[in-house]
């Protein structure tokens, strides 16, 4: 837990409290879109035409306490100076925004960042998105999101690190460290904002928005703990999530923002409303009026309005009412001002505001390396029939789609602040790569026709050696409000794709997407599969450096993709019915659709690489894992191949008998193995019994005695499992 936990009251605090009029507290508790500075009018459009003046006024008059989405140093300054030298207790500002994937550099959105499995690549990425952020004028991000998302249907999958609940653990404490640094007071730190609090990866059927109806078992053992992990790496603030919760609205929960979250868990800072979050208790039914609203979030825990502003307009009367102590606002207040402290704003109010910055730390040659280096280990290879990749420089080269040539979708959903002209197309990838011969057909439109389009690509097939076929979504079919019925290509590509496919010329699908899909037809069949995500700035070059073979790759599905739409949810680690499917058995009256098997076309965990890589039989240094020991899990794994590459070993177990029912497999355990032609090494794990435990019905974490089954393979539904068995305490 951060230092903040253990503090008494801070003197310097309590004193500013007992100053503040009602109305300078509702303040503090408000955040405004920030229409002084430049602002990402594409994502509040509503609000880019407030006048600077008259928000500058509500900063002279405490009406407001943080600003959102604005950027510059010179404005960020002078609407600062306004807070600490004009207004009657001279708080600073705090300023937040929605850098979710880079700044002025853009990196692979957080799923594609996820496929790489290595948390550290996170933390460089949110590192320099926090140097470069942190310069622009900005204190605060909300994100990371840290949401398990195991219905492909819901937009916001892009945003997370997929279905699994390890990875996601992983990556939202990596991502936390890489936003903040070493020290919250250095002028790069930026504060995280885990979100969204909570289970909103849980929506029904995937529909942005919807309702949540969960087990409070699968509450706690899926979709708490990545929150947990990020909050133990030292988050300060987090953000209400927009769903209920078996009826009670998460802005509204006092169960979850104030029992679990300070009570249980004792976070020590503070929580924001999603975007108007608050002021739509109206709509979910639970709140009568404004004001009924206001006293409902702040009772709960959420401590900041985003927005709709109802904290200043209804607290007064509320506190005067008695409606709503004023211990409540005040505690609020002071968990704020706590966090604005802990960054060094009283001291420093400016920090983080310092022109030369601006100049110098945004967009540098180093920055744009990372990227590229974040996107080829973001690429995922599906698929490589017959060896078709890596690609001959000299060969000639059909290079068909709408994501062939096109600079709009590079970057995907949730890049406010980034400048396509910067980016690299795959066009532009393939011709710095040396790739001589290309000819580019866009055939399509992202979701519709295009007049004369599939003639002109089936013409280019011809003449061509082989097919790069750039399909996929649009960043706009991605992220917040776009949730998809049918997760499929859409169907002008889809024709493309059968119509290039029929003139027989080998095909490489490249595939733009943010979440998975349900390949079919000649997509599905074409030779070669690779899973580009929206990569970010550097897209085409990295897209380029695989496609040659400059780099070899290695990442990892963190969402399984299934056969058909229509089984979503669909996730690697579901538990076991009475009635499963097995091989060697028939399938009749199994947990099965009439037109799909219950299994994934790629599962979670699957990646190809250039390089062939060989597992001999999983080895358990003792069958007996003591109750307070532990024991080693190892396996010896050989390139094959005749290229350098890195192997991503995977550790699943499955409790063979337990009180309730336990996933087919889950996993515990992430190593990267690079191994030249020929060599091999011994991979080794090691499991106690905490890795073990599960959530009973109690809703309390236990390991029980028994036997386990343990793989260390390369994907979540291959390898050789061996034995153990938990020993009682």
Request: overall charge neutral; cysteine-free; charged content about 20%.
């Amino acid at each position: 837990m951060p230092a903040l936990a253990q503090q008494a009251a801070d003197p310097q605090i309590e004193a500013l409290i007992a100053k503040m009029t009602i109305e300078e507290k509702a303040g503090q508790l408000t955040i405004l879109a920030d229409a002084t500075r430049n602002f990402a009018a594409d994502v509040n459009p509503e609000f880019a035409s407030r006048k600077a003046k008259a928000l500058r006024e509500d900063v002279r008059a405490g009406r407001v306490g943080s600003l959102f989405n604005g950027y510059g140093v010179a404005a960020g300054r002078e609407t600062q100076r306004i807070a600490v030298e004009k207004s009657r207790l001279g708080i600073p500002l705090l300023y937040g925004a929605d850098v979710i994937h880079g700044f002025r550099t853009v990196f692979p959105i957080p799923l594609g960042e996820a496929a790489s499995f290595d948390p550290a690549l996170a933390e460089a990425t949110a590192r320099v998105t926090a140097v470069e952020a942190t310069a622009a004028g900005l204190h605060w991000t909300f994100a990371p999101m840290v949401d398990i998302a195991r219905d492909q249907r819901w937009g916001r999958v892009a945003e997370g690190a997929g279905e699994d609940v390890y990875l996601g653990k992983l990556f939202a404490a990596a991502r936390v460290r890489g936003f903040q640094g070493t020290s919250l007071l250095a002028a790069d730190s930026m504060l995280a904002t885990p979100k969204h609090f909570a289970a909103y990866g849980a929506v029904a059927a995937g529909m942005e928005y919807n309702t949540v109806d969960i087990s409070t078992q699968t509450l706690r053992e899926v979709h708490l703990p990545p929150f947990k992990a990020a909050f133990d790496a030292g988050a300060l603030t987090t953000m209400s999530s927009f769903n209920d919760i078996n009826g009670v609205p998460a802005t509204a929960n006092r169960w979850l923002m104030t029992q679990l979250l300070r009570e249980e868990w004792k976070f020590p800072g503070f929580v924001v409303s999603d975007y108007t979050a608050d002021y739509e208790l109206i709509s979910h039914g639970v709140a009568a009026d404004a004001g009924d609203a206001a006293r409902l979030a702040l009772s709960a825990g959420v401590d900041m309005s985003m927005q709709s502003g109802i904290y200043n307009s209804q607290l007064l009367r509320l506190v005067a009412s008695g409606e709503l102590p004023v211990t409540v606002v005040d505690e609020a207040v002071r968990r704020v001002l706590r966090v604005k402290k802990a960054i060094g704003l009283f001291d420093n109010p400016y920090r983080s505001l310092d022109a030369a910055r601006e100049t110098t730390a945004i967009g540098t040659p180093a920055h744009r390396a990372l990227a590229r280096d974040a996107a080829r280990r973001s690429i995922v290879l599906l698929k490589n029939e017959k060896n078709v990749l890596p690609l001959q420089k000299s060969a000639r080269i059909a290079l068909i789609g709408p994501l062939g040539d096109d600079r709009k979708n590079l970057f995907g959903p949730w890049t406010l602040f980034g400048d396509t002209r910067e980016s690299i197309t795959l066009r532009q990838g393939l011709e710095n790569a040396g790739f001589a011969a290309v000819t580019v057909v866009k055939g399509s439109e992202i979701e519709t026709p295009l007049a004369g389009g599939i003639d002109a690509a089936v013409a280019a097939a011809r003449s061509a050696d082989v097919v790069l076929l750039a399909i996929g979504e649009s960043e706009k079919m991605s992220g917040e409000a776009q949730s998809r019925t049918a997760i499929v290509v859409p169907q002008p590509q889809q024709q493309l794709a059968e119509a290039v496919a029929a003139t027989g010329k080998p095909i490489v699908v490249l595939l733009s997407t943010g979440r998975a899909l349900a390949l079919h037809g000649a997509v599905r069949d074409a030779d070669a599969i690779l899973v580009n995500w929206f990569l970010g700035s550097e897209s085409g070059n990295a897209i380029a450096d695989v496609l040659s073979g400059d780099h070899n790759p290695s990442a990892r599905l963190p969402v399984s993709f299934p056969y058909e739409s229509g089984q979503e949810p669909y996730f690697y680690n579901h538990r076991r019915t009475g009635r499963p499917v097995v091989p060697d058995d028939s399938p009749s009256f199994k947990a099965q659709y009439r037109e799909a098997r219950n299994e994934a076309l790629y599962s979670f965990g699957h990646g190809l690489s250039y390089s062939l890589f060989a597992y001999d039989d999983v080895k358990v240094s003792s069958p007996k894992l003591p109750w307070s020991g532990s024991i080693d899990v190892s396996v010896r794994i050989t390139n094959a191949g005749s290229r350098a590459g890195t192997e991503v070993a995977q550790l699943y177990i499955h409790d063979k008998v337990a009180s309730t029912t336990r996933p087919v497999r889950e996993l515990k355990g992430i190593r990267h193995v690079t191994l030249q032609p020929g060599a091999s090494t011994v991979v080794t794990f090691q499991l106690t019994r905490r890795d073990l435990e599960f959530v009973g019905p109690d809703n309390l974490w236990h390991a029980e005695p028994g036997t386990f089954d343990v793989w260390i393979a390369p994907s979540s539904v291959s390898g050789q499992a061996a034995e153990f068995e938990l020993e009682r305490g």
